[in-house]
């Protein structure tokens, strides 16, 4: 089962920071935490991954506090283009070999 | 190669008919996963490979479903005797590192699209 939870949707508007927030309260010491995005008709894209406070890339940034019971995907300014499907993923609970996403957070991005 | 490659990227079969499934992961990733979307839902993992060798099987749907990796390269999902409950999008990935200990990312192909009439 998957051990992470996020909201089923969001909406937002163009140029807007955006905050995805997901829990993940049993995450293993040695698990990383990986956000995925994915378009319809597509396979998931990896966007950012970290371990604990923050990481930083060309298109997100990665809050995990230091308990790392949480962690919030923040996406800058976003534009239509960013209208997608947002995963979080962690090991599983009985196996951080196997990757379990959850049901993911639907971002609508409004013109 | 660049990237993950499935193929055929669609699969029309009959009811009852057997399917393979390709993956043909990036280069030197010796983890590989294969996943199950249904329109509209979530990923469902099937199974992963360290390897040539798949540790869990538990994630099958049922014992129509088999997969196999060679030469620590492709990897074939295999459906037999396919029900129209098997049409969904499989997808596959690859990485340097298993699991979610590793600090490397999961690259995943487009999918192959099966529907079963």
């Known amino acids: 089962l998957a051990k992470t939870t996020q909201p089923i949707s969001m909406d937002s508007y163009e140029g807007q920071e955006v905050n995805i927030t997901c829990s993940h309260n049993n995450i293993a010491t040695n698990d990383y935490i990986t956000w995925y995005q994915q378009f319809p008709s597509q396979g998931p894209r990896f966007i950012i991954q970290?371990?604990?406070t923050k990481v930083t890339n060309e298109v997100a940034s990665l809050f995990i506090p230091a308990d790392r019971k949480s962690s919030t995907l923040s996406l800058p300014r976003v534009s239509l283009s960013d209208t997608a499907v947002y995963y979080c993923l962690v090991g599983a609970s009985d196996s951080s070999y196997k990757l379990i996403f959850g049901s993911g957070t639907r971002l609508l991005v409004r013109p | 190669g660049a990237g993950v490659s499935q193929s055929p990227s669609n699969k029309v079969t009959e009811k009852g008919k057997d399917v393979e499934l390709r993956c043909d992961p990036i280069?030197?990733?010796?983890?590989l996963y294969w996943y199950r979307q249904r329109l509209g839902q979530g990923l469902e993992f099937l199974i992963y490979?360290?390897?040539?060798?798949?540790?869990?099987k538990s994630g099958l749907p049922s014992d129509r479903f088999s997969a196999e990796r060679t030469g620590e390269s492709v990897s074939t999902l295999t459906i037999q005797r396919t029900q129209q409950e098997d049409s969904a999008v499989y997808l596959c990935a690859s990485s340097l590192g298993l699991g979610t200990g590793s600090n490397y990312g999961y690259t995943f192909g487009s999918g192959t699209r099966l529907t079963v009439v």
């Open positions: 490979f360290q390897g040539n060798s798949a540790p869990d």
């Open positions: 280069s030197g990733h010796t983890a």
């Open positions: 970290g371990y604990k």
